[in-house]
């Protein structure tokens, strides 16, 4: 018999709708799931069991009573998910990864908890996050930091790691993550999973319409491409107070996946906008992995071209600017910075001593940069890149004395995710290249402005071939 972890989220869904699935049988799977794995995993900071099963009680009794009325149940009820320790849900510590400050109870569901509570899903859960979400991994000080269940030695990635590693490794079906410049679809690529950055205005909540940069989106963390369709169903299905957003799809995005529709000619590239301040060179992992999905592409019919693309050299500069311009902000008492991770401390120091002409000249920087990165790739219909540089990184691997040498590494590592965020476009990621080693690594394939339904039915073609 399969295992309840085993099927895809879809399946328990239908299952739990069909009456045939209690949300308390399958809540109280996926904590044991927990308990037999977080402690090697480190997957979760904090883990809400009794709160959680109160909410599938709950579940199984408005269940019950919608099938003697007929009436209608949201389109996540009864599933478990998990939010990371980022963002804040009734009743549970947030952490934000760091020793720095004090934990705060949350009195209230931030919007995105809201919106999934209020969908039908059942937080089992905080999940592992690096210090403010800042780095491509998912390690602090405050708990054991989150690992890869491909190789518990390795990293899963970042920030959103632990969520990451807690749906690869079947503790969770799936999970929203946050993206600031890859923090989805990092941890998808190094933990075999899909991962969908939505465009900006998409999701109401972490619209990339907030943040200084508008990097910051919310987007889904599955197995599955329907998996992740379902989940951005949930996700987008929520007031939106902001006078810009996405162009609305003409149908769910669970549908578009179902079809799988579309051939597409598709520009290919291994230039990174990192490239005028670092040596960018891809893994031998990394380039099979870009060259399977190539081939893997054409095979279902798309026109896969080499991609002629440039990017302004001024980027990475504006970006470290942009990017870290909140810690200048963040209230951290003064006798507590030296608990700062070296990332932080050192990023947080040089906020604080820029001036406000430096903050306007890179966010102005950034904005010609999108404008002209999106005028370069309107000559295809979606653009292909790597989806990381390298394998894995080991767990400790980034840890340094100097920030500026975390950061390094860590564009090294992610070198082709942080420009879809100045840009605002829509990604996703998705396996295509297992290693002898049992290690997962894939390619990212980035949209026209709202078009992830086109990026979910290619990752479903895709899918369907195996790839």
Request: proline share 7%; glycine share 10%.
């Amino acid at each position: 018999m399969t295992a309840l972890h085993d099927l895809t989220a879809l399946a328990q869904r239908d299952a739990i709708a069909r009456g045939e699935l209690g949300s308390r049988e399958l809540t109280s799977h996926y904590l044991s799931r927990i308990g037999e794995l977080n402690p090697r995993l480190g997957s979760f900071i904090t883990i809400t069991a009794d709160q959680a099963l109160r909410e599938a009680d709950a579940a199984d009794s408005r269940q019950a009573s919608s099938a003697r009325s007929g009436g209608h149940l949201p389109v996540l009820h009864g599933m478990p998910l998990a939010h990371k320790d980022l963002t804040d849900v009734a009743g549970v510590l947030t952490t934000y990864g760091t020793a720095a400050m004090d934990p705060v109870l949350a009195t209230t569901d931030s919007p995105l908890a809201a919106i999934l509570r209020s969908a039908g899903g059942i937080s089992l859960g905080k999940t592992q996050v690096p210090e403010f979400g800042l780095s491509c991994h998912s390690e602090n000080t405050i708990a054991p930091p989150a690992r890869n269940p491909l190789d518990p030695s390795l990293s899963p990635g970042g920030s959103s790691g632990g969520s990451a590693a807690a749906v690869a490794a079947g503790m969770i079906p799936f999970a929203p993550g946050s993206d600031g410049g890859g923090s989805v679809r990092i941890p998808a690529s190094a933990t075999g999973l899909i991962g969908l950055k939505p465009n900006r205005g998409r999701i109401p909540s972490l619209s990339g319409q907030a943040d200084l940069g508008q990097f910051v989106v919310a987007g889904p963390l599955a197995r599955t491409t329907a998996d992740a369709a379902l989940l951005l169903d949930a996700m987008v299905a929520e007031p939106n107070h902001r006078a810009t957003s996405a162009v609305p799809g003409s149908t769910s995005f669970l549908d578009a996946a179902l079809r799988a529709d579309g051939t597409f000619r598709i520009g290919a590239s291994t230039v990174s906008p990192f490239a005028s301040a670092y040596d960018i060179v891809l893994d031998p992992a990394a380039q099979a992995a870009y060259e399977l999905g190539i081939a893997a592409l054409g095979a279902a019919g798309h026109d896969v071209v080499d991609a002629d693309i440039s990017y302004d050299p001024r980027y990475h500069e504006a970006f470290q600017l942009v990017w870290t311009a909140a810690l200048a902000t963040a209230p951290i008492p003064p006798d507590r910075e030296a608990l700062l991770s070296p990332l932080a401390r050192d990023m947080r120091r040089r906020a604080l001593g820029r001036s406000a002409a430096d903050l306007v000249a890179a966010v102005d920087t950034l904005r010609q940069f999108e404008q002209q990165t999106i005028a370069d790739y309107s000559r295809y219909d979606l653009i292909l890149t790597p989806a990381l540089g390298q394998t894995p990184r080991p767990i400790g691997w980034y840890e340094s004395d100097e920030g500026d040498v975390d950061y390094m590494k860590q564009c090294q590592y992610s070198p082709f995710t942080s420009m879809v965020n100045v840009c605002g476009l829509p990604a996703i990621t998705l396996p295509t290249l297992t290693t002898d080693g049992g290690l997962s690594m894939g390619i990212q394939l980035i949209g026209r402005p709202s078009a992830e339904a086109q990026l979910l039915a290619v990752s479903a073609q895709l899918e369907a071939r195996g790839a």
